[in-house]
Structure formats: structure tokens, C-alpha cells
């Protein structure tokens, strides 16, 4: 079955500018979490999706928002884009309490 | 990572030497213990997993053990390849949904 796809890939902003990415799951999948990971900060939670319901949120500012599809796919969307919002943007795909699939990642440039 | 510390944060091995890393978790509620590897440039992968009912697993040259009582587990590479160098991080989850994880640790393998 196909993986976890995430588009775009790559993204160059500028500051102040908004941003969308998009993560398409794992048929059947109904959990969609997103990761952001940076080599100051390493690896952090933002937040999960179950059943189109934000089920757990980390600890990041509201700029950093997200949503969930009738079909599972997820969004997050960051606002006023920072420079420190520069990272590689993770979402990852789950069954309840299983193993988490990983999509290639978004890397997102802020200038 | 949150509510999960992991040892070391770098370890650097000689080829055909063991590796142990090791986190230790504070929510008495968790039962799922799964270990991920991200390779540089690469997306996380699950390389083992183990759950609550189970106090060792291994995999031919990965093993992963779990003491519930002292509220630790570790991963025990053995017989270290050079493809082994990567980061490496070990997660905790409960029936609640939220998966948590440590910060990773840097595993350099020289040949």
C-alpha cells in the first residue's frame, strides 16, 4: 500500500508570510500527527489528528494550527512565518496505538 | 521530547562492539515502547517495538528490554555495523493515544 505522502516538499518563504502543508496518510490510517524537527531543538510534537478531532497538542505558539479531513488527510498551517519556523516538517500516520509511518518530510526555508 | 529521558545523547562505537541506549518513563499507564531510527537525510523508521506484557524482545541483532517497575527500557544493539550510525529514538505511548519521546541519541559506528 502507498505510503505517507507530504507536499510539497521543499517551501521557501518570507517572514511574516503564511504557510499550508499537506500530509496525505496510509489507507485506513485515522491518526495523523505532525513533527517538527530542527538541529538546535531536535525532534517536537505539535500536534495529533484522530477522526478529524485534534486529539493532543505540544507546546507551540498559535500561529501553528492544523486540521483534519473526512478522508484523513491533514493540513497545519503556520502564520507569520518567524525565522526560526525554518525546519523539516514531519507528519506520521497511525492505527490506534501502533507503529507511526513517517512521510518524507517538508523542509521549509524562512528568509 | 516530553516525559521520556534517553541516555546518551551521542555514542560512538567500534565496528563488532554493543551499544546500549537507554530511557527511562514516568506515566505508570504506558505500554507501548517502540524505537525509531532516522538515518541522515532520511525519514524516522520503527525498528522494534515492544509492549507492557513482554520484558524482552529481540530481532537478530536488536533486542529491546523492559523493566515496568523501575519505569525503564533499553535498546541493545549488538555486533555494530557502520550502517548503524544514525539517530535513534525511543518513544513511550498509553491507550490515551499520545505518544512521547526522547530527545535522541547520535549512534557513530567506526569501521
Known amino acids: 500500500k502507498a505510503g505517507v505522502t507530504q507536499t510539497p516538499r521543499y517551501l521557501i518563504k518570507t517572514r511574516g508570510q503564511q504557510v499550508t502543508l499537506s500530509c496525505s496518510p496510509i489507507?485506513?490510517?485515522?491518526?495523523v500527527s505532525w513533527y517538527q524537527q530542527t538541529p538546535g531543538q531536535g525532534l517536537q510534537f505539535l500536534f495529533e489528528?484522530?477522526?478529524?478531532?485534534?486529539?493532543n497538542k505540544g507546546n507551540f505558539p498559535g500561529r501553528f494550527s492544523g486540521r483534519q479531513f473526512s478522508n484523513s488527510r491533514s493540513e497545519m498551517n503556520v502564520s507569520t512565518l518567524e525565522l526560526g519556523d525554518s525546519a523539516l516538517y514531519l507528519c506520521?500516520?497511525?492505527?490506534?496505538?501502533?507503529?507511526?509511518?513517517f512521510g518524507p518530510g517538508t523542509r521549509l526555508t524562512v528568509t | 521530547g516530553e516525559n521520556v529521558e534517553q541516555h546518551p545523547s551521542t555514542l560512538s562505537v567500534q565496528e563488532g562492539d554493543s551499544a546500549v541506549i537507554k530511557c527511562t518513563y514516568s506515566?505508570?499507564?504506558?505500554?507501548?515502547f517502540p524505537w525509531y531510527k532516522q538515518e541522515l537525510g532520511k525519514r524516522p523508521q520503527l525498528i522494534i517495538d515492544?509492549?507492557?506484557?513482554?520484558g524482552e524482545k529481540k530481532d537478530q541483532r536488536i533486542a529491546v528490554t523492559l523493566n515496568k517497575t523501575a519505569k525503564h527500557f533499553s535498546l541493545h544493539i549488538t555486533e555494530t555495523q557502520p550502517e548503524d550510525s544514525a539517530v535513534y529514538f525511543c518513544?513511550?505511548?498509553?491507550?490515551?493515544?499520545?505518544?512521547?519521546f526522547g530527545r535522541g541519541t547520535q549512534l557513530t559506528v567506526w569501521p
Open positions: 506520521a500516520s497511525s492505527m490506534r496505538e501502533s507503529e507511526q509511518y
Open positions: 489507507s485506513g490510517h485515522r491518526s
Open positions: 489528528y484522530f477522526s478529524e478531532t485534534q486529539r
Open positions: 506515566d505508570s499507564a504506558s505500554n507501548y
Open positions: 515492544i509492549r507492557s506484557n513482554v
Open positions: 518513544w513511550e505511548g498509553s491507550t490515551l493515544g499520545r505518544l512521547y
